[in-house]
């Protein structure tokens, strides 16, 4: 609101000062509308809008109107108009009904403006039938009937934001709207269509101002000069463009001029604006150089290439032909995709691109992309996609020789998380049955290039222009990209390879060996190359990969630089990576999404989850801490209350949806509340009983999640992909919160969370430790013994921990009212070995009872809390079950009547029923009566 303020000073200004500004403006190209002047997205329109004298502040005879297409949408089925004009003094519709009648207007246009329909980011020009005279003391009343049947994709406007409700608007794909008798308007609103309105020529034109090219900039041919007029002009009718001096373009309508045929080198531009006053007088000279170049695509379409701003994370492939592009002995220097400017592209905007050779034409299948590792990295860094229509420009890291023989692939790797509007998105030209396209998309799963998962074949290609520069004289060296970063590495272990690609991006031949290959700097005796690939003969365009590893024995972060030396010249790529502390293990560096170890978009989530000796391999150690990477999409405030599970397991995978591993074989290691925060990073848990880690079997750890509620879809943890080998089971749901002890039906995942395990050396002697810290009973019936709940006696130290049924007791104000079977003692417990004891409660006074089982054991007392709530004499509980139902009676409807049967033995007492209550799942604020029993039940 303040910009198009300002807008409107200026434009009164200008009138005060003579300069006879006969196009108004009210509004502009920053914010965007669907509903005015039509909705084209359906088939009848009719809209009325308000314009304000302070707005305007200008009198004479309005003889055109413009309205802005800021993107999208078509006019086939939207073409056909009436328009009308009023002076008002009204300055707001009051509801849906409150039209003005038509018959205070005048009709000023009617006839189809199908010809009239711009390009994005242009105005569209109505000249009207009849000139409408605006006085400069009402407001101005803008009324627009379309009535073509039918309706087009939807166009967004140009439009602003005012402070009442100035607009209303009718659509409907059946019912035309009768403007002498409307019918209700869908919708009265405050943000309504920019305008121009254009009072006749009463001088020349000022002098026009240069857009594009800015100066001194490198464009080629094929692309577009561009100028505009400045605020306070009067209109042109015309325009003459000078190119070095010479007039190319003579009193031609459009504000832009497409170059063709000049020479490669420096050239100068100017523009004289007409009309039927006079001329102005000429622009500023501008200059420009043509560099080589084509552009390959004219579509308008919106296939997803080469990425779809609509979703989080996207790689494409697309193929461009060698009769496409045609330029021999040069390089391809800097790219362009064409933006269709519907807004900000500021989740799609972190990308790396390849460049390769191919001879192929096409994708035949939905696995078809071609090698990563046959392609070079040209590219990666952040792009600026603002919200207007045009060339997206990317220069090159990397130079790319094209050798005008094969066919050009270009791989786009897009990272950036979230997305952006569904309306915005690069153009593309469809290709007719031949998928020149690959492509995958997902708002979870960020693919690998070098794995990429199956994508869709796409029968078009993005549009794109290629800038290409001289090759130099000389080879010349150039390695990509210019810096390693390892991550987190394991402690004295080997890390995956990463590659530095060293090409020939000059002339002539290119020796390379491996004598021109160092590491240098302080950590550099961390680092190592695998040389394999030397030595090589690089002619232009080729290039060779060097495989570089580190094994870290420094904690923290390391350094070096990778340094290759031709024609005494240095060529340095920075190696860093980050070296966990002794006894840290990483497993898995993927970033997909497959609800592992929680789902966050889920109230309850059960998951197991293998990790493998061959990926843990550490002996004589306990785990003690165990971290989850998150994404940090949100906060996981719903997604926070964790119990984890631990245990030896033989199997590497899981068989069917069923194959849960009983949590009888587990260990409860961790029950707890989880600060998750809105940043990327791991989530880290101090384990309340350290798991000692026998380092011949696998390891399976259980994630048990318990928050009600949920966050957004797009947060989770970080997983790694297991092709073809399930190495994860899961299940989630909303309603039904899954026992451990009986998980439900589950979901096999060929994948694994991604996990730091923290390791401690052993101490030299038995510690016993118990598990949970607490037993809670809950509700339990008078006099009768509960279902016992077990305590964990677990030796996480060294050699025996002998234990006999005198080491516990129960202490406390109710002790006499719990008792433990001791069955299973006396236990003598090697390291990592575990005896579990039953514990009950009899409860003999009503309310809440408490005590404490104590295990004394080397001088040490170790407790649990003991706690049940017991019911009154003569009270029956009939179910245990966890499952929703509607019954005794929901919320839905006004009225509800259910019956239910309990048997003589559930019941199992004979007397006077005076009170019934049922478990109460969930909770609402709807208001329900219960009559009184109105007799006992004997």
Request: net charge negative; proline share 6%.
């Amino acid at each position: 609101m303040k910009r198009l303020t300002s807008l409107f000073v200026v434009i009164a200004l200008g009138l005060l000062v003579g300069l006879n500004a006969l196009t108004i403006t009210v509004g502009g190209s920053g914010e965007t509308v669907n509903y005015f002047p039509i909705y084209t997205w359906y088939g009848y329109n009719y809209t009325q809008q308000i314009y304000t004298q302070a707005q305007i502040n200008y009198q004479g005879p309005i003889s055109k109107i413009r309205f802005y297409r800021a993107s999208g949408g078509a006019f086939d089925n939207c073409h056909d108009w009436v328009i009308y004009m009023g002076n008002t003094t009204r300055t707001s519709f009051s509801s849906t009904s409150d039209w003005e009648p038509v018959a205070n207007l005048t009709q000023v246009f009617s006839g189809s403006v199908l010809d009239n329909f711009p390009g994005p980011g242009q105005w569209m020009e109505i000249t009207l039938d009849t000139p409408f005279t605006y006085n400069n003391t009402s407001n101005l009343l803008v009324a627009i009937h379309e009535n073509t049947p039918g309706y087009s994709s939807s166009v967004r406007w140009g439009g602003f934001t005012s402070d009442s409700s100035v607009g209303m608007y009718y659509y409907n794909d059946q019912n035309d709207a009768d403007v002498n008798n409307p019918p209700n308007a869908n919708s009265v609103v405050n943000r309504i269509a920019s305008i121009q309105l254009v009072f006749p020529d009463t001088a020349a034109p000022m002098a026009p101002e240069l857009v594009f090219p800015e100066n001194g900039a490198s464009i080629m041919n094929g692309q577009t000069l561009r100028w505009t007029l400045p605020h306070g002009s009067s209109d042109a009718s015309g325009y003459d463009v000078y190119i070095d001096g010479t007039m190319v373009s003579e009193n031609q309508n459009s504000t832009q001029y497409t170059i063709t045929g000049l020479a490669n080198g420096a050239h100068t531009w100017y523009v004289v604006a007409r009309n039927n006053i006079g001329t102005s007088p000429p622009s500023a000279t501008g200059n420009f150089n043509i560099t080589s170049g084509v552009i390959i695509g004219n579509g308008t379409d919106n296939n997803r290439l080469p990425v779809n701003p609509f979703y989080g994370y996207n790689y494409t492939q697309s193929i461009f032909l060698q009769s496409e592009i045609n330029l021999s002995n040069q390089r391809i220097e800097r790219i362009s995709y064409y933006w269709n400017g519907a807004g900000v592209g500021t989740n799609t905007s972190d990308w790396v691109v390849y460049m390769g050779h191919v001879q192929r034409s096409e994708f035949t299948e939905s696995t078809d992309w071609v090698p990563v590792g046959d392609l070079v990295q040209v590219f990666n860094g952040h792009l600026n996609i603002p919200a207007e229509a045009g060339w997206i420009e990317i220069e090159l890291d990397l130079p790319f020789t094209y050798n005008n023989t094969d066919n050009l692939l270009i791989a786009v790797d897009e990272n950036t998380p979230n997305y952006d509007g569904s309306g915005q998105y690069f153009h593309s030209t469809s290709t007719g049955g031949v998928n020149r396209s690959i492509r995958y998309y997902s708002d979870g799963n960020n693919p690998d290039p070098n794995s990429p998962p199956s994508g869709t074949l796409v029968a078009a290609y993005p549009n794109i222009m290629m800038q290409f520069g001289e090759l130099p004289t000389t080879p010349v060296l150039r390695l990509s990209p210019p810096a390693l970063n390892f991550g987190e590495v394991m402690y004295d272990a080997s890390s995956s390879p990463l590659t530095v690609t060293a090409s020939n991006i000059g002339s002539g031949t290119l020796n390379l060996s491996a004598n021109d290959f160092s590491i240098v700097g302080d950590d550099a005796d961390q680092f190592s190359l695998d040389l394999v690939n030397l030595p090589v003969a690089l002619q232009p365009g080729q290039n060779v990969q060097i495989s570089v590893t580190v094994r870290g024995t420094t904690e923290g972060q390391i350094t070096a630089t990778l340094r290759a030396v031709h024609n005494g010249e240095n060529h340095d790529v920075a190696l860093t990576a980050n070296v966990l502390a002794p006894g840290v293990v990483l497993i898995g560096n993927g970033t997909a999404h497959n609800m592992l170890p929680v789902n966050a978009f889920y109230g309850y989530s059960y998951t197991q989850s293998i990790f493998l000796q061959s990926e843990i391999n550490l002996s004589n150690q306990r785990i003690e801490r165990i971290s989850y990477y998150w994404n940090g999409a949100g906060v996981g405030t719903n997604t926070s209350d964790w119990v984890i599970y631990m245990g030896h397991v033989q199997r590497n995978e899981f068989g069917n949806n069923t194959d849960w591993v009983p949590v009888g074989e587990l260990i409860q290691v961790f029950e707890g509340h989880l600060n998750i925060p809105a940043e990327a990073g791991w989530i880290e848990i101090e384990l309340d009983m350290p798991f000692t880690y026998n380092n011949t079997d696998n390891l399976l750890i259980a994630v048990d999640e318990n928050t009600p509620s949920y966050d957004g879809s797009g947060r989770f943890f970080y997983t790694t992909p297991t092709p073809d080998v399930n190495r994860s089971i899961r299940y989630y749901s909303d309603g039904t919160n899954p026992d451990p002890i009986e998980p439900p039906t589950g979901t096999l995942v060929a994948a694994y969370p991604n996990i730091l395990i923290q390791f401690g050396d052993l101490p030299t002697t038995p510690v016993l430790r118990l598990s949970p810290a607490a037993l809670n009973f809950g509700l339990v019936m008078y006099g009768e013994p509960a279902s016992p709940l077990t305590v964990m006696a677990t030796n996480t130290g060294s050699g025996t921990l002998n234990l006999g049924a005198g080491d516990f007791s129960f202490i406390g104000t109710h002790a006499d009212q719990f008792s433990l079977d001791d069955t299973n003692l006396p236990a003598a417990l090697t390291p990592g070995q575990y005896v579990y004891i039953p514990v009950t409660v009899t409860g003999t006074t009503a309310g809440e009872i408490t005590a404490t089982l104590r295990v004394v054991y080397d001088g040490q007392n170790h407790d649990v809390a003991l706690t049940a709530d017991v019911l009154p004499a003569g009270t029956v509980i009939i179910g245990d079950g966890i499952q929703t139902q509607r019954q005794p009676f929901g919320t839905t409807w006004g009225y509800e009547r259910s019956a239910a049967l309990y048997t003589v033995d559930q019941i199992g007492l004979v007397g006077a029923i005076t009170m019934v209550g049922w478990d109460c799942a969930n909770t609402t604020n709807t208001p329900h009566s219960l009559q009184d029993l109105g007799q006992e039940y004997q």
